[in-house]
């Protein structure tokens, strides 16, 4: 098997940004902030190399 290592820079970027974009959805529609949920899961499982 081969060792590589990725870059998850991004998806960690990505994920702060999608957490913040819940906190902000949260703040303003109230309980449409499940919608940006699968994206919060998404690039936190791809950050930390889970995907």
């Known amino acids: 098997m081969e060792n590589t290592k990725k870059s998850t820079g991004l998806y960690w970027a990505l994920f702060f ?3 913040v974009a819940s906190v902000f959805v949260y703040k303003v529609g109230g309980g ?3 919608m ?3 994206f919060n899961v998404t690039f936190f499982a791809k950050a930390m190399d889970l995907m």
């Open 36 to 38: 940006v949920l699968p």
């Open 17 to 19: 940004a999608s957490l």
């Open 32 to 34: 449409y902030c499940s």
